[in-house]
């Protein structure tokens, strides 16, 4: 059964580690990830991630919206960066809104005024973006995406009201569910609500989760059981799941 991880963080794991996890995580079904970048630190060794293991990672460049905002230096070798490294980069991300930082919560404004700098990037460079925009900062994201014309986003652990989950998807747009579906009956609702196509499987990874992953370093592996979930609220096979997930995720960021 393969699976791509749709949204992690692989310059976070250990870089002695890179080699033996990749092959493991290949051994168990996994045929690529999709991994983001928190910085222009993290996009520059997400770009050499990219370099060593082409078959395997999709490169996401942008700047986690849950920090301080950027200097005005490093947005702007961000934005050369992503114009510049065109051919290596399949998305613009982790970009979006902060919720749970108060710091940066109180700078809201000037992040929206970021994320649509980095949506007219991506329709620029014709680049999905990977987006951070939860609860009510969901629908704001989403309008800066219409304002801007994007079209392909997708919105990684989602957490919205129905209403904007709705709205997300009559627009076309993707959204990831993380092992939680595995233990929080809200993220078995939420995926109940997106249609196979737009529907991805993500871990997140490094950061942890609970249920049965408590104790656990997270690896995409954790994708096998959260598409038994998907397989069970959608009433269809194990196998029929994990491939329309790589197919919606291959359909928004490339087929390699």
């Excluded at 919560?105 to 970021?114: F, I, R």
């Excluded at 919105?155 to 092992?179: C, M, Q």
């Excluded at 809200?186 to 249920?211: F, M, S, V």
Aim: aromatic letters at 8%; glycine letters at 4%; hydrophobic letters at 40%.
């Amino acid at each position: 059964m393969e699976c791509i991880d749709a949204h992690l963080h692989l310059d976070q794991y250990p870089e002695s580690d890179t080699d033996k996890l990749i092959s493991e995580w290949r051994k168990a079904g996994i045929t690529g990830v999709v991994a983001v970048s928190m910085n222009l630190a993290s996009a520059y060794r997400t770009l050499e991630l990219k370099r060593r293991y082409p078959d395997f990672v999709y490169a996401a460049v942008g700047y986690h919206p849950e920090q301080s905002l950027p200097s005005l230096l490093e947005r702007e070798e961000l934005f050369s960066l992503l114009r510049k490294e065109r051919e290596m980069i399949d998305a613009v991300g982790e970009v979006g809104l902060p919720h749970y930082q108060a710091d940066a919560v109180k700078e809201t404004e000037a992040h929206c005024e970021l994320l649509d700098q980095f949506a007219e990037v991506a329709v620029e460079l014709a680049l999905p973006l990977a987006l951070h925009a939860v609860h009510d900062k969901a629908q704001i994201a989403l309008d800066i995406l219409l304002k801007k014309g994007v079209c392909k986003a997708h919105f990684h652990w989602l957490k919205a009201p129905n209403d904007v989950v709705e709205k997300i998807v009559r627009h076309g747009y993707y959204v990831s569910i993380t092992p939680e579906i595995c233990y929080r009956e809200r993220d078995r609702h939420l995926a109940c609500r997106i249609p196979l196509p737009q529907l991805l499987l993500e871990t997140d990874g490094p950061w942890p989760h609970n249920g049965p992953f408590a104790g656990q370093v997270t690896t995409p592996v954790f994708l096998r059981r959260s598409v038994t979930v998907v397989a069970e609220l959608h009433d269809i096979s194990v196998e029929a799941a994990a491939a329309a997930s790589v197919k919606a995720t291959r359909d928004l960021y490339g087929y390699k």
